[in-house]
């Protein structure tokens, strides 16, 4: 499967499990859903062989929210079997939580509670560069979460200890939980700012396939001494048109109505 069509599996599968157990955060799951098909699909060093391999890469999803993105990415690709998605999640007692849960194959921690992800991703790379392991740590960041001044502090944390094993990626699809990110906290000039904390930084279309191909892959290979920043420009609600750009798609499930709308549009079979 190329990453386009892994991707639009992703997204089928979020909207499917938005609509069934009446969960929300479908916007963010649809507006990641590239960079993570990309990453699972081409860069990520990791199968569920590997799981546990100390030498594997680690990506942590510090958007934990949009949970379903990563789940559905995961179950594509093997971790578990999708009826396990499909009756756990949200269940009772099931790990499958509404928010990512380090107790499912493949994911790496917990996630939800915004601001924490990126400083356990230094820990993480610090780690490997002090015990030579040849990994790469990826963290995917939401744009509003970086209203917390906890990532900041990893910011300047990652480049004092030159982890250039660290590739940090925003998802900035400009629109968070009250409103769009330029009228709740302006991160404008985002790009810049992580140059001023002396990452290496490249900005990129979130939803090109291509080009976050040859960027990722350009970011794990190098070790020039610095953490890497993509800056993926996305669309919240990518793929399905009454739902991009909208706020309402933080928080709405899609009714029946919707659905049917939607796996059309998304060219399900």
């Known amino acids: 499967m190329d990453s386009a069509s892994f991707a639009n599996a992703m997204r089928l599968r979020a909207l499917e499990l938005c609509h069934l157990k009446r969960t929300s955060h479908i916007g963010g799951a649809f507006s990641a859903a ?12 990791i199968a569920p062989e590997t799981a546990h391999s100390p030498t594997r890469d680690r990506l942590f999803y510090s958007k934990g929210h949009a949970c379903t993105a990563l789940y559905a990415a995961l179950e594509l690709r093997g971790f578990f079997e999708p009826h396990e998605l499909s009756e756990g999640f949200t269940a009772d007692g099931s790990y499958f939580t509404s928010h990512i849960n380090h107790r499912i194959p493949g994911v790496e921690l917990s996630t939800g509670s915004l601001g924490h992800a990126l400083g356990v991703s230094c820990g993480v790379a610090l780690a490997g560069l002090r015990r030579n392991i040849p990994y790469t740590v990826f963290t995917i960041l939401s744009d509003g979460e970086l209203d917390e001044g906890s990532n900041w502090e ?6 004092h200890q030159k982890l250039d094993n660290l590739v940090a990626i925003v998802d900035y699809n400009k629109i968070q939980s009250f409103g769009s990110v330029a009228q709740v906290m302006n991160l404008e000039p985002l790009a810049d700012k992580f140059r001023a904390f002396n990452w290496i930084v490249h900005e990129v279309d979130g ?33 399905v048109s009454f739902m991009e750009q909208e706020l309402a798609w933080h928080y709405r499930s899609p009714g029946s109505e919707d659905y049917e709308k939607a796996r059309i549009e998304l060219g399900a079979k």
């Not at 590239?34 to 060093?45: P, Q």
């Not at 080009?211 to 793929?239: E, F, N, Q, Y």
């Open 34 to 45: 590239d960079i993570l098909a990309v990453l699972y699909n081409e860069v990520l060093d």
């Open 154 to 159: 990893a910011i300047l944390f990652a480049a």
């Open 207 to 239: 939803h090109d396939i291509e080009a976050l191909s040859k960027t990722l892959a350009a970011a794990k290979a190098d070790r020039s001494g610095a953490p890497k920043c993509i800056v993926g420009h996305t669309v919240k609600g990518k793929g």
